[in-house]
């Protein structure tokens, strides 16, 4: 079973709506990522959390807001999407050296599959 | 920036036999190549990895070799049996940097 555990495993929501895609982890990492994976194809990276702190956005559109309110969890604010935003949202987390993030070992969720209506 | 190229993108094995996924990269200084196993419905799970001080490793009935100066890397699974079926990504990086970089993936079906 994973140790990242992530919430909810789906959500339908419309163009205007708001919400949340939550992640946690208590494996003691403190590197957290999000990733948006297509179907068939591999995760394409989103952001990076090192030490709580945003690292890491690969230009990804602002209707797309995370947050870190701890070291355990990890928050996907959604906005505004649209229906091309459909796909399944990962997350997961690993152990950074040297102050930064740590790509190795990574340690993905289930995922959250979001369909934008 | 990194490219990983990945094949075959499907693979069908009869049950028993081995299946081999090759990745190719291309930047010479990614020295941490991990392979995934996703399937249907779940996450991608690490399954092996290697890094560059090394050319082979074996866990049970899973292998993974690298070349560094071919910058090519191979996944070998002897003896497969049908919860062998998923799809695979190999993927490269730079150790203690923040990006992975992932094949397209493989799509390994056992037939039993």
């Known amino acids: 079973d994973t140790e990242v555990t992530q919430t909810p495993k789906h959500l339908v929501m419309g163009m205007t709506n708001k919400k949340s895609l939550k992640c946690e982890q208590h494996?003691?990492?403190?590197?957290m990522y999000w990733y948006k994976q297509k179907a068939k194809k591999p995760p394409e990276l989103m952001f990076v959390?090192?030490?709580?702190?945003?690292?890491i956005n690969e230009s990804v559109p602002s209707r797309f807001s995370p947050e870190c309110p701890n070291s355990s969890l990890l928050n996907l604010h959604l906005h505004a999407l649209q229906p091309e935003d459909s796909a399944l949202y990962l997350c997961a987390s690993s152990q950074p050296g040297g102050g930064g993030p740590v790509a190795g070992e990574l340690f993905f969720g289930e995922g959250s599959r979001l369909t934008v209506l | 920036g990194e490219n990983v190229e990945q094949h075959p993108s499907t693979l069908s094995v009869q049950e028993g036999d081995s299946a081999v996924i090759k990745c190719t990269y291309s930047d010479s200084a990614s020295n941490y190549f991990p392979w995934y196993k996703q399937e249907l419905g779940k996450g991608p799970q690490l399954i092996i990895d290697?890094?560059?001080?090394?050319g082979e490793k074996k866990d049970q009935r899973i292998a993974v070799t690298l070349n560094k100066t071919a910058k090519h890397f191979s996944l070998h699974i002897t003896e497969t049996q049908p919860e062998d079926s998923a799809v695979y990504f190999c993927a490269a990086s730079i150790w203690r940097g923040y990006k992975l970089s992932f094949g397209a993936g493989t799509t390994v079906t056992v037939r039993a």
């Open positions: 494996m003691g990492h403190r590197a």
């Open positions: 959390y090192s030490y709580e702190k945003l690292s």
């Open positions: 290697i890094r560059s001080n090394v």
